[in-house]
């Protein structure tokens, strides 16, 4: 088969999916999770398949698709303030997957360290953390264990990559958000009482996302040790 | 990608990505938003108080004070935005909720009430924040 329809095929194949994917994210709830003490999470299932995209394609595919991505979905579900938001993310997570393939434990290491810093800097703000806090606080805390048993699983086994790559961009993308966000309503007090809860967060989901990326790349025999 | 799809698709993304994105920051100066205070016209500015009470309540839009009024009063606000879009927040006199928005996700009335106990122990702060409609508010000392 031609190899320019394949890609085109394959892109199409990938746009389509992530759309499906982004639709499914919406219809997860994951706001009642901690009693909408976090608003505006999800689980960022599509994101898997940009991180497929980054394993497979060269960045020039790789951004038309998250381009792609964020414009369909933004005029199919969402409004230009959406739009907006999802492209910040998309934009940083897509450079830091982008970054990081090829060396993903670095990510997943870094990603370990930015969670326990932002528990410490929770904790520092406030020692004796109570309802809400307490279960975030906790939860950045797993959220940084894992990213260290991510590091430690990649560098036993480098087919665990997309893990760490995953981690990285879950964490960006959340990143990138509140940058905008904070620009947009001007309010840099977000930078310090929720962006280290999000991080903690982008950790667990891009962990969760990054299983289950894994799983499919091996169910499909992807190399992800070699992109 | 083949190479129609490289040479057009590609600056035709970027070029509806830099037309959107000015469109996306209301421009505050020209359509004001309208607030009501229990139902009249609020001219703009700060509402006194006499209660000596060192906790206000700070509503922006786009970061541009709206209102700020005392936290120990009961007041119910009305955001109307040139846009069409809804902001209706409630104050209790020991609580501050958004009561109704007409945003896309709602995010604003998930997030509860902030009263005067729990002001430390949210993750969000003094916050109540509604993303879409960058309309947030803040319960702060003076």
């Given at each position: 088969?031609?190899?320019?329809?394949?890609?085109?095929?394959?892109f199409?194949?990938?746009?389509?999916?992530s759309?499906v994917?982004?639709?499914?994210?919406?219809?997860?709830?994951?706001?009642?999770?901690?009693?909408?003490a976090?608003?505006?999470?999800?689980?960022?299932?599509?994101?898997?398949?940009?991180?497929?995209?980054?394993?497979l394609?060269?960045?020039?595919?790789?951004v038309?698709?998250?381009?792609?991505?964020?414009?369909?979905?933004?005029?199919?579900?969402?409004?230009?303030?959406?739009?907006?938001?999802?492209?910040?993310?998309?934009?940083?997570s897509?450079i830091?997957?982008?970054?990081?393939?090829?060396?993903?434990?670095?990510g997943?290491?870094?990603?370990?360290?930015?969670?326990?810093?932002?528990?410490?800097?929770?904790l520092?703000?406030?020692?004796?953390p109570?309802?809400?806090m307490?279960?975030?606080?906790?939860?950045?805390?797993l959220?940084?264990?894992?990213?260290?048993?991510?590091f430690?699983?990649?560098?036993k086994?480098?087919?665990?990559?997309?893990?760490?790559?995953?981690?990285?961009g879950?964490?960006?993308?959340?990143?990138?958000?509140?940058?905008?966000?904070?620009?947009?309503?001007?309010?840099?007090?977000?930078?310090?009482?929720?962006?280290p809860?999000?991080?903690?967060?982008?950790?667990?989901?891009?962990?969760?996302?990054?299983?289950?990326?894994?799983?499919?790349?091996?169910?499909?025999?992807?190399?992800?040790?070699?992109? | 990608?083949?190479?129609?799809?490289?040479?057009?698709?590609?600056?035709?993304?970027?070029?509806?990505?830099?037309a959107l994105?000015?469109?996306?920051?209301?421009?505050?100066?020209?359509?004001?938003a309208?607030?009501?205070?229990?139902?009249?016209?609020?001219?703009?500015?700060?509402?006194?108080?006499?209660?000596?009470?060192?906790?206000?309540?700070?509503?922006?839009?786009?970061?541009?004070?709206?209102?700020?009024?005392?936290?120990?009063?009961?007041?119910?606000?009305?955001?109307?935005?040139?846009?069409?879009?809804?902001?209706?927040?409630?104050?209790?006199?020991?609580?501050?909720?958004?009561?109704?928005?007409n945003?896309?996700?709602?995010?604003c009335?998930?997030?509860?009430?902030?009263?005067?106990?729990?002001?430390?122990?949210?993750?969000?702060?003094?916050?109540?924040?509604?993303?879409?409609?960058?309309?947030?508010?803040?319960?702060?000392?003076?």
């Open positions: 088969m031609n190899s320019t329809a394949r890609k085109v095929a394959r199409g194949l990938l746009a389509s999916l759309l994917l982004g639709f499914l994210d919406r219809a997860i709830p994951l706001t009642w999770f901690l009693s909408g976090v608003p505006g999470i999800k689980l960022g299932l599509a994101n898997t398949v940009l991180l497929y995209a980054v394993y394609m060269d960045w020039r595919g790789c038309l698709l998250m381009l792609a991505k964020v414009f369909l979905s933004g005029f199919l579900f969402g409004s230009m303030s959406a739009i907006l938001y999802s492209l910040s993310g998309g934009v940083l897509l830091v997957m982008l970054l990081v393939r090829k060396n993903a434990k670095v997943a290491l870094v990603i370990g360290l930015l969670a326990l810093l932002s528990d410490l800097f929770l520092s703000r406030n020692p004796a109570r309802g809400q307490l279960w975030c606080v906790l939860l950045i805390a959220a940084s264990i894992a990213a260290f048993a991510a430690v699983y990649i560098r086994n480098p087919a665990f990559a997309v893990l760490g790559t995953s981690l990285a879950a964490v960006a993308h959340n990143v990138g958000q509140i940058l905008v966000a904070s620009t947009v309503l001007r309010t840099p007090q977000l930078l310090y009482t929720y962006l809860v999000l991080v903690g967060i982008g950790a667990v989901v891009g962990c969760l996302t990054g299983v289950v990326a894994q799983r499919v790349f091996r169910a499909l025999r992807v190399e992800t040790n070699q992109p | 990608m083949g190479n129609a799809l490289r040479r057009w698709l590609l600056p035709l993304f970027l070029a509806a990505a830099c994105l000015p469109g996306c920051q209301r421009s505050a100066e020209n359509e004001p309208r607030v009501l205070v229990d139902g009249t016209e609020w001219p703009g500015g700060s509402m006194d108080a006499d209660s000596g009470d060192d906790l206000r309540v700070y509503v922006t839009l786009d970061g541009v004070a709206l209102i700020d009024l005392p936290f120990s009063e009961a007041h119910a606000l009305d955001i109307l935005l040139p846009d069409g879009g809804e902001n209706h927040i409630v104050l209790t006199g020991q609580s501050v909720f958004m009561q109704d928005a945003c896309e996700n709602h995010d009335v998930d997030m509860g009430a902030v009263t005067r106990e729990n002001l430390e122990l949210r993750v969000m702060g003094g916050f109540i924040i509604c993303l879409p409609h960058r309309v947030s508010v803040e319960v702060r000392g003076e």
